[in-house]
């Protein structure tokens, strides 16, 4: 029985040393990183929603203060993110038997520069993106409008998460 106990953790010891620093969130993070800085980003769409930016860059600085215990500072983080609101367009996507729109996709694209400064080669720009539907008969106002951003962004800074440090 003491055997069949060693074995056991001599194997859990090598399948957790083989992955190195791992956390439940799914991070890699290099141990000497402990703080993030993300830049407010604008947004410079040719179509401009005036509460996107703000809204955008709190949920993006909200799931890095809840999926890592990385601080949040104003300058010189290990980890900076900076960039801006690219896109913001609505297309209809399905047409009815009368030639009309039934369907309208909100798209948002973010382009997004990340820099690493412990571990310079993990550095990147990239453009993220991503989109809601609504029935064409709906104003993308008030509740349509929150449900929308809610969905598209949580997509998108998921996307930057898992792009910049969980590196899927």
């Known amino acids: 029985m003491k055997k069949f106990s060693y074995t056991i953790l001599f194997l859990f010891l090598i399948v957790t040393q083989s992955c190195g620093i791992y956390s ?3 991070t890699n993070l290099h141990p000497d990183v402990k703080t993030v800085q993300i830049d407010y980003f604008p ?7 005036p509460s996107l930016s703000q809204k955008f860059t709190l949920d993006f600085q909200d799931l890095f203060t809840t999926q890592t215990n990385l601080t949040l500072v104003k300058s010189g983080g290990d980890l900076q993110f900076e960039g801006e609101i690219t896109g913001y367009k609505i ?4 047409a009815t038997a009368q030639q009309t729109a039934a ?20 550095n990147f720009e990239k453009t993220f993106s991503h989109y809601y539907d ?8 008030g509740g ?19 792009a910049s440090v969980a590196k899927w």
């Open 24 to 26: 439940f969130t799914g």
């Open 43 to 49: 947004n410079n769409a040719i179509l401009v929603e």
């Open 91 to 94: 297309n209809p996507m399905t």
């Open 103 to 122: 369907q309208n996709r909100l798209t948002i694209t973010v382009n997004v520069r990340f820099f690493n400064n412990k571990l310079e080669e993990d």
């Open 134 to 141: 609504y029935d064409a008969n709906g104003q993308l106002t």
């Open 144 to 162: 349509i409008l929150d449900d929308a951003f809610d969905e598209i962004l949580e997509r998108i800074t998921q996307d930057i998460f898992n």
